[in-house]
């Protein structure tokens, strides 16, 4: 697979004046949502290079990630003379640069595409490493393509636009790419204010936190073994994240995460003595910032269930990645379902 490079730019149009210019296509379609279409488009159409460009908008959410804006976007494309030598820039969060990188990669067998991240979300976690989809049936990500983009362009200026959920969603992506590398940038992370946030002191951890994905992504970049270590805390998360919406407490994806960071350090304490004082460094910090989850006990079989159904299972087994310390990956792990209510109770407690 050929990856894509990251950039984190200091001088925006510059930069991505170069990036368009590394492509020379033969014409370029600008993917956005109706969000970014009023916040974001009016910066990046300051580029000389996008004169004449094309604007396609589909509605913005994770609900409008499905093969009908797919088909919308390809339909676009191919009415207005979209060729394989053709450029998209998807430019938004999570949801545009999955289905732009989509629908880039399958039109006339893969036009290119450069993903320019508009959220913290999106830029530590989305935009870079090629996995590219949509949502099928009510399953996440269900259809899709490992994709790389040419080039993914961060504009720390656009994070001015997030509130501080948003924020808090990307951020536990950030602590979770800390807990699978080292103590040193987990110390850092776990000293980030997040009262007052700085974006030139976040602009520093963000560089480091993409560079920590983008090196376990060279290494496994479809997801035979190591990359796997960006799951951890997506099992329990994913199950929370769906949990969520169908008890009306809808919650932003890092805040599932958040939370299933905790119960899988919980899991990685019980089974390979994780240490307790991080794991409850974590869950202070949670508690502080990113509240909880309310379920009942009767809710333990439901939320079972989702995590059977997740796609990072390889059988019947429900899959985990457990770390035995920070940095220490252990995955493909299991856990019988006593040890996964352990792990509810465990957070309802707290
Ligand atoms: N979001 C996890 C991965 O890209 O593998």
Known sequence: MNHSVT?????????????IGEQSAESIFILTDDNTRNFCLPIVLQ?????GSHIITIKSGDENKGIDSAVEIWKYLSENGATRKSLLISLGGGMITDIGGFTASTFKRGMRNINISTTLLGAVDAATGGKTGVNFLGLKNEIGVFAPAE???INIDFFKTLDQANMLSGFSEMVKHALIFSTEEWEKVMKFNLNN?????????LRKSIQIKELIVEQ??????IRKALNLGHTFGHAFESLSYKINQPALHGYAVM???????YLSHMKLNFPKEELLRLKYLAKDYYGKLE???QQYDTLFELMTHDKKNDSKEINFTLLSGIGEIKINQTATKEEIFECFDWFREG
């Open 7 to 19: 950039k984190i730019c200091e001088d925006f149009i510059p930069e991505l004046n170069q990036a």
């Open 47 to 51: 580029s000389d290079k996008l004169k």
């Open 151 to 153: 080039t993914v362009l």
């Open 197 to 205: 946030i700085d974006l030139d002191s976040l602009k520093v951890l």
């Open 220 to 225: 496994d970049p479809y997801e035979a073994s």
């Open 259 to 265: 939370w299933g960071l905790l119960c899988e350090l």
């Open 295 to 297: 379920f009942h006990c």
